[in-house]
């Protein structure tokens, strides 16, 4: 164990030195380690795929959709715009101070530590990284140990690409985790779940170092009755590979349990069967197109949801598991019991809740009795129900009639609120997560004001 820490401390002590040497500051160093994280996800494609499926059973064209794919798109928007997100702002002064300028300089933070989870773990380990270099800082990645052929392979590849003194990837676990939350950061951007939140957290409080927890919990989607075949068609394909696709159900946006009006909960319900068979076949345990459960210990947690009689009482399609080669149906499960587990932790497979109610309206009060999701998805055609959502509830993204899209568009932020975490991320909001706006003012000897000045003492109050 003390290696490992004397090792750690060595890296440590090498990547403070490059800081310090100021080298990555330059736009030029940081436009190299974005181009060279593309060239990464460009030559090693093959060798990611095939880790993505060691790891977790991902089929090629899930994990360019859900990994290479979206970090060439945000690497490309980085090297597009990091020349301007870099430049000073010069920005307007008050009367009060003139003839004073004032200017924004963004400035890195330092030494940064990213943990990430393992659901996606090439493009949560790579995604941060991304802001963390543009931003000009010096990086420690842990990946999860729970993806090991992916922690493996960015070990091995990252300091092929980009600046093996700045950038370092450690492996191990939450013994290794530990050891790296005792040393002093300038910055932990941690992707996992609330409980190692919270550890994460209580460490950067020793040092008061800031941290950005991208967390998970319960994200719920609405739906409204649609009139129209075609839009019906679609909204269905996006709400339930919204919940079964992305990674089996192991994503933190993906959907966690359906809200809608009972009258319509019948006919849903058998639309989500024949879609989900349209999906993943009459046999979903022989379909490629579905990633497996990531180890023994997730399948029995989500067995055990399972497991409680009433919510057992409650499954409508599905319920098959098979420890072997962990794989657990997409199930389908009318009103389970509300303060059952399945209903009160994140699911985080691919089960799915139908959790009716008198109108849909009373949605908005029950996403409100819990805590605040880091994904909300309304399927509605009603403009007063999507002001509505807008105005009256809270979560980290709220998307209408679509599912996941908001983490592709780099324009908008990415994070949690409440429980699902704080702070965020992607393009510019990645940059700004990982610097420093450093205020800068410029004053000259034009005027003064005497009163700014004590003594006043000559000074009439008049009392
Ligand atoms: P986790 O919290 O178990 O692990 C996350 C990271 O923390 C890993 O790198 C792990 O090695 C490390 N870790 C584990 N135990 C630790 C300890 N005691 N001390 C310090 N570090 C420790 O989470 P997970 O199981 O990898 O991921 C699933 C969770 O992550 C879910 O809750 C999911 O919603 C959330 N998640 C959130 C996002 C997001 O972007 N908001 C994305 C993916 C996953």
Redesign the pocket.
Known sequence: MEMVGDLLEEEVKELRESYRSRRTKSEVWRKSQLKGLLSLLNDKEEEIFKALFQDLGKHQVEAYRDEVGILIKSVNFALQNLKQWMTTKKVPVPNLIYPSTAEIVPEPLGLVLI??????PIG?SLEPLIGAVAAGNVVVL?????APSCSALLAKLVPLYLDSKAVKVVQ???V???R??EKKWDKIF????????R??MT?AAKHLTPVT?????KCPAVVDYFENSREKKIALKRLVSGKYSPCSG????GVDYILVDENFAPALIELIKATTKRMFGENPKETHSSSRI?NKQ?FLRLKSLLDDPKVKASIVHGGSTDEDNLFIEPTILLNPPLKAHIMNE?I?GPLLPVITLKKIEDSIEFINSRPKP?ALYVFTKNETLKRRMISETSS?SLTFNDTIIQYLCDTIP???VGQ??FGNYHGKFSFDTFSHNKPIMRTGFLTDFWFRYPPWNDYKLGI
């Open positions: 943990f990430s989870s393992w659901n996606f949560l842990k990946p999860s140990e729970l191990g676990g939450e290794v985790a530990e790296l939350l941690f992707t996992g779940s609330p409980r190692v939140g550890i994460v460490a927890l991208e967390l998970g919990g192991q994503a933190c946006v990531i997730h994140e985080f880091l980290g990415f994070g949690g699902s975490g």
